[in-house]
């Protein structure tokens, strides 16, 4: 398939979805989804899943960079929703991400309209509930963004693009598994595990061609690694970042994580399989799905691929090899590695350590010792309103320290272009995940043990890759680099979701004390007010 034709393919994958051309740059798509309940039988016992327009998982994003979304979400559970766009930067626009801190959720038979641009970003990404235990039943679908026809790409157009959601998968409902966390229990293991949905998938094409495959960790808790039988997978893309084209036999992917693939279909016509199987899990569950060759008149057969063999320190060295394409495009016409990270100093150096603790008897998690607990009002629109008793800056510190844990509506303030030096310290015996929204960043170091400054010797200050997600393994620590270009309320969480939703969360408010458009956008005229912010007007 062609340059031309694919990009005709795009371009009519995006008219069917309906567009408004308001002007050359910058189009407009307009979507209107309905989130119900349904039944399906996944697993091989029927159970209660979130669907988006009957379907499941939810619709696929399709977009190319710049374009804007306006896409209205009408919510027909029995409880309060929201979604959010992981990885989506929502630049100057905090109001659109979709999580408790920024925006009262969408009451039972109401509505609300997200009005957002895909603003300087292509890649592989996705969208999921960020409300309760929703996304344990579904909810979440792809987001792809394409690059414009003027930016070049660093590899030849695939001849086909396949999106993998692939997650871990629980039969028990989403309702009890938050009872469960309420009464102070960690989430059990999953059940099994699923791709796009779904037990058994089928993904075609035609010898000698070369296919995408966007992989993506949509599961609540549970690394996977992911490999094709008798197939290299070439990684190019890395959440939104071209990465140097190293070959691999197997990927592990991180919960909350994305990352593309090209893979060349050059073995004899048969079938093969795809397997995605759990990881660092005295329990192995297994997904498979099948690589069709179009003239292949031979089923799948012989074993399926094994994982790795080894554990955490290889999963920590294949991640060392991930790095930046400096020559490349991204989004914008200038190369990655024009921007030099590596030869700035940064303004503040902050240490987060995870733990689990008990708080009134009940199982909680902490950051530096602090569970974040919601507010009935956003702290996003107590700050817009200057509403007091809804958070305190000085609620979560930069270090971590002694003392018992304490629950807060945690939320820590940075100035507007700072640029952070930001290291995750896992003291505890379980993989970590974590993403912040509104930005990405460079991931310039991992190590075992605990981290201190001598440790920056050991930093990839050249050529490290920037990501919304970072994994942080066992009694190790991860430290990555953040500018701070992003004015607004983000969320900086724990990517497992029990331990999200029982603390392991807080925000940042990036901050300039001159309120001004070029910093960030007013405030929706259609925004949903809750809590103390009733009666208030945008």
Not at 213 to 231: K, P
Not at 517 to 535: H, M, Q, R
Request: glycine share 8%; net charge neutral.
């Amino acid at each position: 398939m062609g340059k031309a034709v694919v990009l005709q393919w795009v371009i009519g994958v995006l008219a069917l979805l309906g567009v408004s051309q308001v002007d050359a740059e910058d189009p407009y798509f307009y979507y209107t989804w309905t989130v119900t309940y349904g039944t399906r039988s996944i697993l091989g016992v029927p159970q209660q899943v979130i669907l988006i327009n009957d379907q499941f998982p939810g619709p696929k994003l399709e977009v190319v960079t710049n374009n804007n979304i306006v896409l209205n979400l009408i919510n027909k559970l029995d409880q309060p929703f929201l979604l959010t766009w992981n990885g989506i930067k929502q630049r100057k626009n905090s109001w659109q991400d979709g999580v408790l801190g920024t925006n009262c959720p969408i009451s039972p038979n109401s509505n609300y309209t997200y009005k957002f641009q895909a603003k300087d970003q292509i890649g592989s990404y996705t969208y999921f509930p960020s409300t309760l235990l929703h996304k344990a039943a579904g909810g979440f679908g792809a987001l792809n963004i394409y690059h414009r026809s003027v930016i070049p790409i660093p590899y030849g157009y695939p001849d086909g693009d396949f999106t993998l959601l692939i997650g871990d998968w629980y039969k028990t409902s989403h309702k009890t598994l938050q009872q469960s966390l309420d009464s102070g229990k960690p989430l059990p293991f999953p059940d099994g595990v699923l791709i796009n949905g779904q037990t058994q998938s089928t993904f075609s094409g035609e010898q000698g061609k070369t296919y995408m495959f966007r992989i993506s960790n949509v599961g609540l808790s549970t690394s996977f690694n992911f490999r094709i039988q008798g197939h290299a997978m070439k990684l190019v893309e890395v959440e939104g970042s071209h990465v140097v084209q190293n070959l691999y036999d197997s990927l592990d992917v991180h919960v909350g994580q994305s990352l593309a693939v090209l893979v060349t279909l050059n073995q004899p016509p048969k079938d093969y399989y795809i397997v995605a199987s759990t990881r660092f899990s005295r329990t192995v569950l297994t997904a498979t799905a099948m690589l069709h060759y179009a003239n292949s008149q031979t089923p799948v057969s012989g074993p399926l691929p094994a994982a790795p063999a080894f554990q955490f320190h290889w999963s920590m060295q294949q991640a060392r090899t991930y790095r930046w394409n400096l020559t490349s495009n991204a989004a914008r016409p200038n190369p990655q590695g024009s921007f030099h990270y590596g030869k700035i100093t940064p303004t503040e150096t902050i240490v987060l350590a995870n733990s689990a603790s008990f708080i009134n008897g009940k199982l909680r998690y902490t950051v530096n010792g602090v569970s974040y607990v919601n507010s009935e009002t956003p702290p996003k629109l107590a700050d817009y309103f200057n509403i007091p008793g809804v958070f305190a800056m000085d609620s979560i510190q930069g270090l971590p320290s002694g003392g018992a844990a304490t629950v807060a509506t945690s939320v820590m303030p940075v100035s507007l272009h700072d640029f952070l030096e930001v290291v995750f310290q896992n003291n505890e015996n379980t993989m970590q995940s974590w993403h912040l929204d509104g930005y990405d960043f460079w991931v310039v170091g991992f190590g075992s043990g605990q981290w201190n400054p001598h440790k920056r010797k050991t930093y990839n200050l050249v050529d490290a890759l920037t990501r919304h997600t970072t994994q942080v393994y066992p009694n190790s620590w991860t430290a990555v680099l953040i500018s701070m270009d992003n004015q607004g309320m983000w969320n900086l969480r724990s990517a497992a979701w029990g331990r999200q939703y029982l603390g392991q969360q807080f925000y940042l408010r990036v901050f300039d004390p001159v309120r001004s458009l070029t910093n960030e956008y007013d405030i929706p005229s259609n925004v949903l007010l809750c809590g103390k912010a009733v009666g208030f007007h945008p």
